[in-house]
């Protein structure tokens, strides 16, 4: 592997990574709302 | 995004698929529709829902809908690559490996129907298993390379998201959300053969027995304006049975009558060219309008006049 290429894998994995994390912590964030809304008689 | 799963020969090293593929997968575009008719079904439906769950399950809706696309296009990808409208797909394009797209829309439909069934409850999350499992396995394993009645059944799955909306608030299906599954039922074949008229060519290509390839032409435009005959008594079954008020009678009567006018145009003629197709691109457009002015005289009716 050439070290273009890594850098090029390392960029897509670190892209990648922070969109997991930005949806990890919106999930975090909507189940706290569901959790919430459920104990407040929501549904 | 050009860039290919395998960066060289030497390295046979796969580059990981781009997160803005993953989000192409799910066709954010379809997804639009399916979005708007199950909020219609949520806001139209009796009762109260807590806007955080209601939020939740139109989340649910769409994600169910973007891991039935991804399952969709992991198992067409042959066939994708086969016509230049979806030849730039991430599959096709090989810009992600075929055993990712099988995983995503795998996980994300155990996903979606999960956490419906926790927000909301279990009978929206049931409609909503069955509608991805009908998309994937009748519509796209069954249906579509067989028969050119495809997407006439196959149809069907896309007309679930007023129901799951519904059943999302109340916990059960009634009279008005399975009027308005019928409604989008009968209005997917005009909708789709009106498109399949002048992207013909595309479908031979692929080997997809799409109708105007199997049967022709005057065929289609015949069965164009069956079906836009029964959807015109599936879209005023609601105000007829008084399941909705004036508005949506006064909207769906008007709105289907310019429906048939294009859809007779199209029955009439006997143009072959699809650069010439003028009528046929004018009633794909309506069709899509026509939903979404429909649906949303539902939502009119429910919170104006009541």
Redesign the interface.
């Known amino acids: 592997m050439t070290p273009e290429e890594r850098q090029q894998i390392r960029a897509r994995q670190k892209s990648r990574a922070l969109v997991t994390g930005l949806l990890l912590g919106a999930l975090v964030i909507l189940f706290y709302a569901i959790t919430i809304a459920k104990i407040g008689g929501g549904n | 995004m050009a860039?290919t799963p395998i960066?060289?020969d030497a390295?046979a090293?796969a580059?990981?698929a781009?997160?803005r593929d993953f989000v192409a997968l799910t066709k954010p575009r379809v997804m639009t529709l399916v979005v708007f008719t199950g909020l219609c079904g949520l806001l139209a439906a009796p009762g109260h829902?807590?806007p955080?769950?209601a939020f939740?399950a139109i989340?649910c809706i769409a994600l169910g809908a973007g891991a039935a696309a991804s399952l969709n296009q992991w198992y067409e990808a042959d066939v994708d690559a086969k016509m230049k409208r979806t030849a730039n797909r991430p599959l096709p394009a090989g810009r992600m490996e075929r055993q990712s797209a099988l995983h995503f829309g795998v996980g994300l439909s155990f996903f979606s129907v999960l956490l419906m069934g926790?927000?909301?409850?279990w009978l929206a999350a049931a409609v909503l298993a069955v509608s991805i499992l009908f998309y994937v396995f009748v519509y796209t394993i069954w249906l579509k390379p067989r028969t050119a009645q495809n997407i006439v059944i196959g149809g069907a799955a896309g007309a679930f998201p007023p129901v799951i909306g519904w059943a999302a608030v109340t916990g059960d299906v009634t009279a008005l959300p399975v009027a308005l599954f019928m409604l989008i039922f009968f209005w997917t074949p005009p909708h789709f053969w009106s498109l399949a008229l002048f992207v013909k060519t595309d479908y031979a290509a692929a080997g997809i027995p799409m109708l105007p390839v199997v049967s022709g032409e005057v065929a289609t435009r015949r069965q164009i304006w069956f079906y836009t005959a029964i959807m015109a008594v599936a879209a005023m079954a609601p105000v007829l049975l008084r399941l909705t008020g004036l508005i949506y009678g006064i909207t769906a009567l008007l709105g289907t009558a310019l429906f048939a006018f294009f859809a007779f145009q199209v029955f009439l003629r006997r143009e072959s060219d699809a650069a010439r197709m003028a009528p046929e691109r004018r009633l794909f457009k309506y069709s899509i309008i026509y939903l979404f002015l429909l649906f949303g005289a539902v939502v009119v009716d429910r919170w104006v006049v009541a």
Do not use: C, K
């Open positions: 860039s960066l060289s390295s090293v580059l990981p781009h997160w829902i807590h955080i769950l939740t989340l926790v927000a909301t409850n």
